[in-house]
């Protein structure tokens, strides 16, 4: 069994995770939050450099998108 989070939790910069849970758990909400955060934060990200998210519903994939 993973760690409790919510969707404001951060996850240290550099290390992998997986989210599992159900719906309007917040899991789109945390993973926007940790993406902005590894941008404004992040050592290694530079202009040229992206990250990868995968994520399986089109309506998560708006959303991160236009936040």
């Known amino acids: 069994m ?6 404001n939790s951060e996850i ?4 992998h995770f997986k989210i599992t849970a159900g719906p309007g758990a917040g899991k789109t909400t945390f ?21 990868a998210c995968i994520t399986y519903t ?6 991160i998108l236009k936040n």
């Open 31 to 51: 993973l926007i939050n940790n993406i902005k955060n590894i941008f404004k934060n992040s050592d290694k990200i530079s202009i040229y450099r992206k990250i």
């Open 58 to 63: 089109n309506i998560a994939v708006e959303n």
């Open 12 to 15: 240290k910069i550099g290390n």
């Open 2 to 7: 993973g760690l409790p989070i919510t969707s």
